[in-house]
């Protein structure tokens, strides 16, 4: 039988809101221990509590964290690095009060008591029985910016919990690993204003006879380029990438000499946003196993100790945080037909890129027609090429008319330096199931594409990549994928600033809708986290002290009297990345001028929603929303919006 025509974002879809927010689990670290695989994973019908599960050497999967127990690290208020697998032992970062717990046979034990002080990104040393890792003090006493370091936490004996000191002086730090023979540390450093994509160095010292570190020498990065997800290998060599040219390269440094063990046109870099974040892994033998991303395409490459290296095949369009484990890595990958999830990819003699599914973050239930499989774009546009993944709208049952082109969904992601999420994601079908097309876009400043493109938004952040989702929106219209009339644009964070700017700025757009974004630079800088306080210099090419000019013009809120598309803010409480204010002063001052407004808060959210009921209404509303916008009838009921001047709209 034939589809049934029915206007574009109107046809009644089998991915409902809670479908899309309960299926979707999300997976932070993962980690072998042994033939044990261990790996944490976020539950948003649980208000976004992350646990951690583990795979045994039995097949038999285990969840290790009893409830409402949850692990999440808040240093740098991102986080990340939240459990230590090693020896058969499980230590992780308590979400409720952020000291490290190990896992026993009678739950969770408390291993450190520091009210002041969060730790994340642990690694085990074996000579002294005890963890190293990082450390944030925020301390009541002192209200400026928290202090950063490494510290040493005895773990048995009658100094256990005992915390130490052993390195301090630098703004950040990240990825402190111990050699596996003990002797030796090394870790990441930076200074504000500096980002760790910018300017980490990687750093190694020795450990002296009472456990504390002599003979600092640094290894790679730095000023101008930055190093990044040191690994030891099992001969004590350490693996490492290192972006000092054009592409980040991996490297190997056996204690005298740098190695480069690969080149060319490929990306094996990751913005640090989340600490333990990773991009390859060291086998047994020596090998490294790295995932990278060539013109955004995603490549696995093997790259043996002679320097030949294997270009692996794999049915996945994203791959990170590897480990070693069985006969070749895991990770968390997806495909276009498949969720992001916990995989094994085989690295054996003829069984090369086979990859498993370990743990699913889902299943949506969709039939193969009403996936939307995205394709991968490079719109020629007055300012260079600009990439997208663009979704078309799809469905086993309906298809829309003839004459008419579906409205667009324009997607700018956060960070700015971060990359549209590859892999099925339930939101985005969402909409394509719906009869949205959904353009998800990399504009310059993106992650994936080299050097020279994520650096070509220093300066120009709030024009190059306004300049780019306006450009990319405009290509698809020419090429008859959109109708240009019924063109709105989303965005998350520093993706909720290119919102409101091309809204300021241009005319494109029916509608917005800004998750948590940022409209105003002054105070943004005046109020946000340490980790991101001097991000704001490069991104818009000012120096402290010399912002005022440049922020109000690129500030959102100082131009909101030419935005006269209808807006929906969405703003986490309890937010610090981006306060509520943000979102509050922008929405107001548009509802006084009679701009048709929706604003809705969510209490318990912070930077990025993480539970399900939110995701729930979010979603909802978004789509109420655009449909009233848009003179579309939704084919159920949805909420129904307060909208302030919605007399304003036809």
Same mark, same amino acid.
């Given at each position: 039988?034939?589809?049934?025509?029915? *206007?574009?974002?109107?046809?009644?879809?089998?991915?409902?809101?809670?479908?899309?927010?309960?299926?979707?689990?999300?997976?932070?670290?993962?980690?072998?221990? $042994?033939?044990?695989?261990?790996?944490?994973?976020?539950?948003?019908?649980?208000?976004?509590?992350?646990?951690?599960?583990?795979?045994?050497?039995?097949?038999?999967?285990?969840? #290790?964290?009893?409830?409402?127990?949850?692990?999440?690290?808040?240093?740098?208020?991102?986080? $990340?690095?939240?459990?230590?697998?090693? $020896?058969?032992?499980?230590?992780?970062?308590?979400?409720?009060?952020?000291?490290?717990?190990?896992?026993?046979?009678?739950?969770?034990? %408390?291993?450190?008591?520091?009210?002041?002080?969060?730790?994340?990104?642990?690694?085990? @040393?074996?000579?002294?029985?005890?963890?190293?890792?990082?450390?944030?003090?925020?301390?009541?006493?002192?209200?400026?910016?928290?202090?950063?370091?490494?510290?040493?936490?005895?773990?048995?004996?009658?100094?256990?919990?005992?915390?130490?000191?052993?390195?301090?002086?630098?703004?950040?730090?990240?990825?402190? #690993?111990?050699?596996?023979?003990?002797?030796?540390?090394?870790?990441?450093?930076?200074?504000?204003?500096?980002? *760790?994509?910018?300017?980490?160095?990687?750093?190694?010292?020795? +450990?002296?006879?009472?456990?504390?570190?002599?003979?600092?020498?640094?290894?790679?990065?730095?000023?101008?380029?930055?190093?990044?997800?040191?690994?030891?290998?099992?001969?004590?060599?350490?693996?490492?990438?290192?972006?000092?040219?054009?592409?980040?390269?991996?490297?190997?440094?056996?204690?005298?000499?740098?190695?480069?063990?690969?080149?060319?046109?490929?990306?094996?870099?990751?913005?640090?946003?989340?600490?333990?974040?990773?991009?390859?892994?060291?086998?047994?033998?020596?090998?490294?196993?790295?995932?990278?991303?060539?013109?955004?395409? /995603?490549?696995?490459?093997?790259?043996?100790?002679?320097?030949? &290296?294997?270009? =692996?095949?794999?049915?996945?369009?994203?791959?990170?945080?590897?480990?070693?484990?069985?006969?070749?890595?895991?990770? &968390?990958?997806?495909?276009?037909?498949?969720?992001?999830?916990?995989?094994?990819?085989?690295?054996? *003699?003829?069984?090369?890129?086979?990859?498993?599914?370990?743990?699913?973050?889902?299943?949506?239930? /969709?039939?193969?027609?009403?996936?939307?499989?995205?394709?991968?774009?490079?719109?020629?546009?007055?300012?260079?090429?600009?990439?997208?993944?663009?979704?078309?709208?799809?469905?086993?049952?309906?298809?829309?008319?003839?004459?008419?082109?579906?409205?667009?969904?324009?997607?700018?992601?956060?960070?700015?330096?971060?990359?549209?999420?590859?892999?099925?994601?339930?939101?985005?079908?969402?909409?394509?199931?719906?009869?949205?097309?959904?353009?998800?876009?990399?504009?310059?400043?993106?992650?994936?594409?080299?050097? !020279?493109? %994520?650096?070509?938004?220093?300066?120009?952040?709030? &024009?190059?990549?306004?300049?780019?989702? =306006?450009?990319?929106?405009?290509?698809?219209?020419?090429?008859?994928?959109?109708?240009?009339?019924?063109?709105?644009?989303?965005?998350?964070?520093?993706?909720?600033?290119?919102?409101?700017?091309?809204?300021?700025?241009? @005319?494109?757009?029916?509608?917005?809708?800004?998750?948590?974004?940022?409209?105003?630079?002054?105070?943004?800088?005046?109020?946000?986290?340490?980790?991101?306080?001097?991000?704001?210099?490069?991104?818009?090419?000012?120096?402290?002290?010399?912002?005022?000019? =440049?922020?109000?013009? %690129?500030?959102?809120?100082?131009?909101?009297?030419?935005?006269?598309?209808?807006?929906? +803010?969405?703003?986490?409480?309890?937010?610090?990345?981006?306060?509520?204010?943000?979102?509050?002063?922008?929405?107001?001052?548009?509802?006084?001028?009679?701009?048709?407004?929706?604003?809705?808060?969510?209490?318990?959210?912070?930077?990025?929603?993480?539970? !399900?009921?939110?995701?729930?209404?979010?979603?909802?509303?978004?789509?109420?929303?655009?449909? #009233?916008?848009?003179?579309?009838?939704?084919?159920?009921?949805?909420?129904?919006?307060?909208?302030?001047?919605?007399?304003?709209?036809?």
């Amino acid at each position: 039988m034939g589809k049934r025509k029915a *206007p574009y974002g109107a046809w009644p879809s089998p991915v409902s809101a809670a479908v899309a927010a309960a299926q979707a689990l999300r997976f932070g670290l993962v980690q072998s221990d $042994g033939e044990r695989l261990c790996w944490s994973e976020q539950r948003p019908a649980e208000d976004g509590r992350t646990t951690i599960m583990s795979l045994g050497p039995d097949g038999r999967m285990t969840e #290790r964290l009893p409830p409402p127990v949850s692990t999440r690290s808040r240093v740098h208020e991102y986080g $990340g690095g939240e459990f230590l697998a090693t $020896g058969g032992n499980l230590f992780f970062v308590n979400d409720a009060d952020q000291d490290i717990y190990r896992i026993s046979g009678d739950g969770p034990a %408390r291993v450190t008591d520091a009210p002041e002080v969060r730790f994340a990104d642990m690694t085990f @040393d074996p000579v002294r029985n005890r963890l190293v890792c990082v450390a944030e003090r925020h301390s009541p006493d002192s209200p400026g910016l928290p202090q950063n370091f490494l510290v040493a936490v005895v773990l048995d004996g009658p100094e256990a919990g005992t915390i130490t000191h052993l390195v301090e002086g630098r703004d950040f730090y990240a990825s402190p #690993r111990v050699s596996p023979d003990g002797r030796t540390l090394v870790w990441l450093e930076w200074d504000l204003p500096g980002m *760790p994509w910018e300017c980490a160095a990687l750093m190694s010292a020795t +450990f002296d006879a009472a456990g504390g570190l002599a003979d600092r020498c640094p290894i790679a990065g730095g000023a101008g380029n930055a190093a990044f997800q040191p690994t030891w290998s099992s001969n004590a060599d350490l693996v490492f990438v290192w972006e000092d040219g054009p592409w980040s390269s991996l490297y190997r440094w056996d204690g005298y000499k740098v190695q480069r063990l690969t080149d060319g046109e490929a990306e094996f870099m990751r913005p640090l946003w989340g600490l333990g974040t990773g991009s390859f892994a060291v086998l047994p033998d020596g090998r490294v196993a790295t995932a990278g991303f060539s013109e955004g395409r /995603l490549r696995l490459l093997v790259v043996d100790r002679d320097g030949g &290296i294997e270009d =692996v095949p794999v049915p996945l369009v994203s791959l990170g945080n590897l480990c070693p484990w069985r006969d070749g890595v895991a990770g &968390i990958g997806a495909s276009d037909t498949t969720l992001p999830g916990v995989v094994h990819v085989s690295l054996a *003699p003829g069984r090369t890129g086979e990859t498993q599914t370990v743990r699913t973050g889902g299943d949506i239930g /969709l039939a193969q027609g009403d996936i939307s499989v995205a394709e991968h774009l490079t719109l020629a546009t007055g300012n260079g090429p600009v990439h997208a993944l663009y979704y078309p709208p799809a469905s086993a049952r309906y298809e829309g008319p003839a004459d008419e082109r579906p409205p667009v969904i324009v997607s700018a992601h956060g960070g700015p330096t971060g990359m549209a999420d590859r892999g099925l994601k339930p939101k985005i079908q969402y909409w394509t199931s719906r009869g949205f097309g959904y353009l998800d876009v990399d504009y310059r400043g993106s992650t994936g594409y080299g050097r !020279a493109y %994520r650096e070509a938004l220093n300066g120009r952040w709030g &024009i190059a990549d306004v300049e780019d989702v =306006v450009a990319a929106a405009g290509e698809l219209v020419a090429q008859d994928l959109a109708d240009g009339k019924r063109l709105v644009i989303s965005g998350g964070s520093a993706g909720g600033f290119t919102v409101l700017s091309a809204l300021a700025f241009h @005319d494109i757009f029916a509608a917005g809708a800004s998750y948590y974004g940022v409209a105003d630079l002054e105070r943004l800088l005046a109020h946000t986290h340490k980790f991101e306080s001097g991000y704001l210099y490069a991104l818009t090419g000012t120096r402290p002290g010399a912002t005022h000019r =440049v922020f109000r013009e %690129r500030s959102p809120v100082h131009h909101a009297g030419r935005i006269d598309r209808p807006v929906i +803010f969405f703003q986490g409480l309890e937010d610090r990345v981006v306060p509520p204010e943000q979102s509050r002063r922008m929405a107001e001052t548009l509802r006084q001028r009679g701009v048709p407004v929706v604003y809705l808060e969510f209490p318990g959210e912070a930077h990025g929603f993480r539970r !399900a009921e939110t995701v729930i209404t979010a979603l909802e509303a978004e789509y109420a929303f655009y449909s #009233r916008v848009l003179g579309i009838t939704p084919p159920e009921p949805g909420p129904v919006l307060e909208i302030a001047n919605e007399e304003a709209l036809p």
